[in-house]
Nanobody, 126 residues
């Protein structure tokens, strides 16, 4: 069974940067696609970014493209989300997620992911 433990959230000012981390335990991290999602109060969970099993493909939501970057370090079993030029509308609880299926390219659908991190809040003030 895979567990994901997140860190790195917090409260910042608009224009600041944050980096979220997601450490995976278990044997499937290096062979499975991963993703980041977020959920603001009273809103559905939405796609932020995904990365293929080998890091060769990344995809982003239009709202974060050019400002956020997803990456992974297999040696550390860690997924990252570098968030730059943060805006108040980026405020949400952020979740990392992983697939059990091996060799995936990543997906924007929550239904494709089998395990989730605990969530970490990000608050951006104007």
């Amino acid at each position: 069974q895979v567990q994901l433990v997140q860190s790195g959230g917090g409260s910042v000012q608009a224009g600041d940067s944050l980096r979220l981390s997601c450490v995976a335990s278990g044997r499937s991290f290096s062979t499975s696609a991963m993703g980041w999602f977020r959920q603001a109060p009273e809103r559905e969970r939405e796609f932020v970014a995904s990365i293929s099993w080998n890091g060769g493909r990344t995809d982003y939501a239009d709202s974060v493209n050019g400002r956020f970057m997803i990456s992974r370090d297999h040696a550390k079993n860690t997924l990252y989300l570098q968030m730059n030029s943060l805006k108040p509308e980026d405020s949400a609880v952020y979740y990392c997620a992983g697939e059990v299926r091996q060799g995936g390219l990543g997906s924007s659908s929550t239904e494709r992911y089998d395990y989730w991190g605990q969530g970490t809040p990000v608050t951006v003030s104007s």
